[in-house]
């Protein structure tokens, strides 16, 4: 039995590090997987704990596939050791000078046929695996890597399709996924979208669009908790809530480097890194 003590971290190191949020993420992932028989941090459960856990218990071998491949959490540690390898065997060099959008294949394994697609716009880079059974592009990045990974000595085939109108479509893919993502607002937990909300009700002035920016992004947990008390002690008297979200705002300064950028991208942005065909 294992037994778990919480110890939570000072507001100003949490403001700093953010170290409750990146582990609500982390126990959250892992949670989606199925791995938790219990909460640490307030976990809610998932239909799949309950089935997962009974396969577990009858000795189900198949269980522990399926969990890895909702899991992403161990996709670096997962291949960190073994590129390192490979660039040391095959030096820095010789790699950098192969040419962008080369490409390969190889037998599919357990008959998958598809085509994976390594695209990059930016500084970002998107993988995907295109299934040619269902139509549908794979993201989810460990399932990908388990279907393309093999040896430096596996022999490569021919494809027996045409992976350049494959490509285009990824490229289609990516663009229309970053254009949802562009315009899908950040969801916000009470009380945090109360005060949001009661922002947009207010006359726009200086004050308020400094509080809507500031509002706007989800805030630390640490932080709504505070957030409550002044929620539940002042929503019925508007200058008062005003002032007492300025004096928050203004003790608490807070920025959001976990946040990616979504970058607006056409599909001639969109570069061809490499392709591997399963064929």
């Known amino acids: 039995m294992v037994h778990t003590y919480n110890f939570f971290p000072e507001d100003a190191l949490e403001s700093l590090l953010r170290l409750m949020e990146r582990l609500r993420e982390r126990l959250e992932a892992i949670n989606r997987a199925g791995l938790l028989d219990a909460p640490v941090l307030g976990e809610l459960p998932t239909p799949r704990d309950f089935n997962a856990l009974r396969r577990i218990a009858q000795a189900d071998q198949t269980i522990w ?27 820095e060099e010789r790699l950098k000078a192969l040419p962008p959008g080369v490409g390969t294949g190889k037998k599919a394994p357990n008959g998958r046929r598809g085509l994976f697609v390594h695209l990059k716009g930016g500084s970002q880079h998107f993988w995907l695996f295109y299934d040619l059974a269902t139509r549908r592009f794979l993201e989810r990045k460990l399932e990908v890597i388990r279907l ?25 893919h990516v663009v229309g996924r970053l254009r949802q993502a562009r315009v899908k607002l950040p969801r916000l937990k009470a009380p945090q979208n109360h005060i949001l909300n009661w922002l947009k009700t207010r006359r726009r002035n200086e004050i308020v669009e400094e509080l809507l920016a500031y509002f706007a992004e989800p805030l630390p947990d640490t932080y709504l908790r505070r957030l409550r008390k002044i929620w539940q002690a002042n929503r019925d008297n508007s200058p008062a809530l005003l002032g007492a979200l300025q004096t928050f705002v203004h003790d608490n300064p807070v920025s959001h480097p976990d946040r990616p950028e979504v970058l607006e991208l056409s599909e001639d942005h969109l570069t061809l890194v490499c392709y591997v065909a399963l064929v």
Do not use: H, T
């Open 65 to 91: 596939s399926e969990l890895e491949s909702f899991s992403e959490l161990n996709f670096g540690e997962f291949l960190q050791q073994e590129l390192l390898d490979f660039l040391k065997r095959m030096g």
């Open 148 to 172: 393309v990974r093999c040896s430096e000595n596996e022999p490569a085939v021919e494809s027996d399709f045409d992976v350049y109108a494959i490509i285009e479509q990824a490229k289609w």
